[in-house]
């Protein structure tokens, strides 16, 4: 380890308050998702979010202690979990690493599809059918429509009761709309349709997404000490403005208190209408708090930089501390905002869901005219890329660390001139082009992050158990600071609610396969972790593995906790099993336990009706 640049070894070039900045883009996530929430649970979506960050403040403590064991480690709290595991089972490691990646990785492509649509709608805009230049068009091809023309027909024939005069003024707004879009806006190369996984669309969005992840690559180029740099402008320029959006209606009287009292799930996802606390309404309720912990608990990734902290012992439970109280902030305001404002039908417009009408709905919230709302969609492309860039530092330095550690390939395990793990960037970068590809239409984008989501839940259930076997097998180990040992015990339960969500809520985003792709995507990690390890390795881990945890070379150590750590992985997976079991959507009759038993298949989706 070293201070200098140019030594092929990370940097320390950072302190806690670094991390901080770097963690800063964790809090503009609550705008990925906050149209869906709503749209799954109604009016509990701001209690959900609520909810769910104050669980993630809390499991926090048990990633600080973890974090201040390994200040020679990099890539984040996975890792310092994943070194507990090693005794009971080589493979349990590696896995809560991968599920750790590949959850935050997919911010970089859904944050870069939502920025497009910005930056799409800002040089390519599709004009209004109101708009002046499209009822010029109408007025001057009218005269090409008859109550005989084909679309015309079409249109009297889908919509009922419908005069001639309307459809034709309907269909002819349509084609003026149409006929005046750029040719880019609606520019597609091709699609590619891979079975049992999605559809990849090579668009417009795409090509905007891929040049604006070249950017961000190339700032992280420099270094830990530059990305800090940008990060801390980036979210001054764009927390203090988002701050005001979650204050402001509070302050002004603007919030209708009718849009957050009387809390109940809705009838059905996007239903917009009010329902009851039944089994239906309690999974989509359990289903918004599995995908806002993808958002709330993300702050833990102040802790991937302890290798790059120039005082790892004290530096580490500052930054996650601190960024724990800054999520807080806004985890609680935002949605609360955002709701007591625009209400649950407001929350379900199309521009909300998808994230392309958040920066004006966030002008509007505030009371600003057309230049304030051009701003604010200009500070949420900024928000955005304060959240990529957050995502791509931390998750290409646990691949690094998996390398380093022997769960992941060699050539992962190496950084350029400015300490910066390059390969692991540029592959985070790849892993993502595809992505992309994916979510580069509104289904696709929900998808992946209902995938990705199943990474992060296992991640976190199998990262808080690692504090209390830490604890047993790693008493020896300093721990600059040391957690409350209720609050340990407080986050092991919290593991089990976590996985029951996971059991509950995987199914309610529409993909009833979400959870098998899930796993499936997960267990890639043992082929992976298999050439690694018994080809590259000849079946031992890098001598500095050993030495992190103070054992010799070869030796993983006694398993001081005995069975416990195997009967809290069965436990786990008895209660995903029931869960996915006995929670089904609105409408869905549940299947006899017995008869969900003996069809595997139904154990990582909804259970089909009676």
Not at 85 to 96: D, E, G
Request: contains cysteine; proline residues 4%.
């Amino acid at each position: 380890m070293t201070t200098e640049t140019g030594s092929g070894q990370m940097v320390r070039a950072l302190s806690w308050k670094g991390a901080f900045w770097v963690a800063a883009g964790v809090p503009p996530l609550v705008l990925f998702s906050i149209g869906g929430i709503a749209g799954t649970t109604g009016k509990l979506a701001f209690a959900v979010w609520i909810i769910s960050m104050i669980m993630g403040f809390l499991q926090s403590f048990t990633y600080a202690e973890m974090a201040g064991m390994f200040g020679n480690k990099s890539g984040g709290t996975s890792v310092y979990g994943a070194t507990a595991w090693l005794r009971y089972s080589k493979l349990i490691a590696p896995l809560s690493v991968w599920c750790n990646w590949f959850a935050w990785s997919p911010v970089l492509s859904l944050g870069c599809v939502i920025a497009a649509g910005y930056i799409l709608n800002a040089l390519f805009p599709i004009p209004l059918a109101d708009s002046q230049p499209v009822l010029d068009w109408v007025t001057a091809n009218l005269a090409n429509y008859t109550a005989q023309t084909e679309s015309v027909v079409a249109y009297m024939a889908e919509n009922a009761g419908t005069t001639a005069e309307a459809a034709i003024q309907a269909v002819a707004t349509a084609d003026g709309v149409s006929a005046l879009t750029p040719a880019f806006r609606t520019w597609e190369a091709g699609t590619l349709v891979i079975p049992g996984l999605g559809t990849l669309y090579f668009n417009s969005y795409f090509v905007v997404g891929v040049a604006l992840m070249l950017i961000i690559l190339l700032i992280q180029e420099r270094g830990i000490a530059s990305t800090a740099s940008a990060q801390k402008w980036l979210a001054i320029i764009v927390l203090v403005p988002l701050l005001l959006v979650g204050l402001v209606p509070i302050l002004n009287g603007s919030i209708n208190w009718m849009n957050v009292t009387n809390l109940v799930p809705p009838t059905a996802a996007y239903s917009g209408v009010d329902g009851e606390w039944n089994i239906g309404g309690w999974t989509l309720f359990l289903g918004g708090l599995y995908i806002a912990a993808w958002s709330t608990y993300g702050f833990e990734t102040a802790v991937c930089y302890t290798r790059e902290l120039k005082d790892p012992k004290t530096d580490t439970f500052r930054a996650i501390f601190y960024s724990g109280l800054l999520c807080c902030l806004f985890f609680f305001l935002i949605p609360f905002s955002f709701q007591g404002v625009l209400g649950t039908e407001g929350m379900l417009a199309a521009g909300i869901v998808d994230g392309t009408g958040v920066g004006e709905a966030m002008g509007n919230m505030i009371g600003g005219g057309a230049v304030i709302t051009q701003i604010f969609v200009i500070l949420m492309i900024m928000a955005l890329f304060l959240a990529i860039m957050t995502a791509m530092a931390g998750s290409s330095r646990t691949l690094y660390q998996g390398s380093r550690d022997g769960w992941l390939p060699k050539y992962l395990g190496t950084v350029n001139e400015h300490g910066a793990p390059r390969r692991a960037m540029w592959t985070d970068f790849a892993f993502n082009v595809f992505l992309l590809a994916l979510a580069s239409d509104i289904g696709g984008y929900f998808y992946v992050l209902a995938i990705s989501n199943v990474g992060y839940i296992l991640f976190n259930f199998l990262n808080l158990n690692a504090g209390w076997i830490h604890r047993i097998d790693s008493a020896h180990m300093e721990r600059p600071w040391r957690a409350p040992s209720w609050l340990i015990g407080v986050n092991t339960l919290l593991a089990f609610v976590n996985i029951l969500f996971l059991g509950a809520g995987a199914k309610v985003w529409g993909y009833s396969g979400a959870l098998l792709s899930g796993l499936v995507f997960a267990a890639l990690i043992v082929p992976v972790f298999w050439f690694r390890h018994y080809v590259q390795d000849g079946g031992k881990f890098p001598k500095e593995a050993y030495d992190d945890l103070g054992l010799a070379y070869g030796d993983l150590g006694q398993k001081k906790a005995g069975m416990l750590p195997y009967l809290t992985l069965i436990a786990g997976a008895l209660v995903v099993l029931i869960a996915n079991w006995y929670f089904v959507l609105p409408d869905t009759e549940r299947m006899a336990f017995g008869d969900y038993l003996l069809q595997p298949l139904t154990w990582f989706s909804s259970a089909p009706a009676e």
